[in-house]
């Protein structure tokens, strides 16, 4: 078989294509023919050496990927062969409070394998709706979107809720969020990629390239702000993202993607805001999760789709930002 692992931090160039022996699954574990896999911005970071100190060295990339089980353990009894399954980016977290141990593609090795062996526990069923390139997707950021807003943010008919961007986050939130009768603001420096979060369920759209102050335009649409932010980008938005937010709103720390000087507690303590980390979920929130997606037909949103032959391509993709939505690879 054939797989992916980063020799060193120089970025997409860093990847290497080996060959090497199938993997046989140990009593518990059950071996996944992996048939698609998706990037994440976090990806992108740990080519170019900016995730910090716990990355494996030489370590396989890629957090998410579908697949379907081709052998179990001789004492696995949820699986057979056959079964449409995605990994968990968090293997070892299956309920409850937060436990963040391994996470695949970093501290563990990830997915970016024609075959992959996992615990029988660090799978979850695919959605039934959902083909493999749309259920590879799941289980970074549309986990992570999902316990942002339904499971942190409680959310419910009529709550307003503010995304930015168009990555893989922004975009599961927004459709999520929209699906549950939110009524949902998104932000971006591309009209053409406004019209698509507007096509996507978006009630309003603001451009902040052209509007710099876009915290106080989301205040005044709202009459006070929205209840939910769901923020990525972190230093450089969370100033504008604390003015969007109403008071006793919430703010959802996801991501990292601008940079900028240290914010102020001050305008937080004054609105009374929870400003909260999120980081991706367990196993029953992605459970939970598929069996809202399945209900509610939502589909994952694809950009472009590459072979695993030309995962360097993909990331370089992903690294232009020109997508809306997921990159993906498909076995070839």
């Given at each position: 078989m054939r797989r992916y692992r980063l020799d060193g931090f120089g970025g997409p160039a860093s990847l290497r294509l080996e060959k090497c022996d199938v993997p046989a699954p140990g009593p518990r574990q059950v071996l996944v023919r992996m048939r698609a896999w998706s990037l994440n911005h976090r990806d992108l970071l740990i080519a170019h050496g900016r995730y910090g100190p716990d990355v494996l060295p030489g370590v396989v990339p890629v957090s998410d990927g579908a697949g379907e089980v081709v052998e179990t353990g001789g004492e696995v009894g949820r699986w057979q062969p056959g079964d449409r399954v995605t990994g968990l980016f968090l293997p070892d977290w299956q309920s409850g409070r937060p436990r963040l141990t391994r996470a695949l593609g970093g501290s563990a090795d990830g997915v970016l394998a024609e075959y992959v062996v996992f615990d029988e526990n660090a799978v979850v069923a695919?959605?039934?709706?959902?083909?493999?390139?749309?259920?590879?997707?799941?289980?970074?950021?549309?986990?992570?979107?999902?316990?942002?807003?339904?499971?942190?943010?409680?959310?419910?008919?009529?709550?307003?809720?503010?995304?930015?961007?168009?990555?893989?986050?922004?975009?599961?939130?927004?459709?999520?969020?929209?699906?549950?009768?939110?009524?949902?603001?998104?932000?971006?420096?591309?009209?053409?990629?406004?019209?698509?979060?507007r096509a996507l369920g978006a009630g309003e759209v603001i451009n902040h390239a052209e509007v710099p102050d876009w915290g106080a335009r989301v205040a005044s649409l709202t009459g006070g702000g929205v209840d939910h932010v769901v923020e990525v980008g972190g230093a450089g938005t969370m100033r504008q993202s604390i003015t969007a937010a109403r008071v006793g709103g919430r703010i959802s720390v996801i991501g990292v993607l601008s940079g900028g000087a240290g914010?102020?507690?001050?305008?937080?303590?004054?609105?009374?805001?929870?400003?909260?980390?999120?980081?991706?979920?367990?196993?029953?929130?992605?459970e939970a999760m598929n069996r809202a997606l399945e209900g509610h037909r939502i589909r994952p949103v694809i950009d472009r789709e590459f072979p695993f032959s030309d995962a360097g391509d993909a990331y370089r993709y992903l690294e232009s930002g020109r997508h809306v939505g997921k990159v993906v690879l498909t076995a070839d």
């Open positions: 695919a959605p039934a709706h959902l083909g493999f390139a749309e259920a590879a997707t799941l289980p970074c950021a549309a986990v992570t979107a999902w316990q942002a807003v339904v499971e942190m943010g409680g959310l419910h008919p009529g709550q307003s809720v503010l995304t930015l961007g168009s990555g893989g986050v922004s975009v599961f939130a927004l459709q999520i969020a929209a699906a549950g009768g939110a009524r949902v603001i998104a932000t971006s420096g591309s009209d053409g990629k406004l019209e698509r979060l914010i102020s507690p001050v305008p937080m303590l004054r609105k009374v805001l929870c400003v909260q980390g999120v980081q991706v979920g367990s196993a029953e929130m992605s």
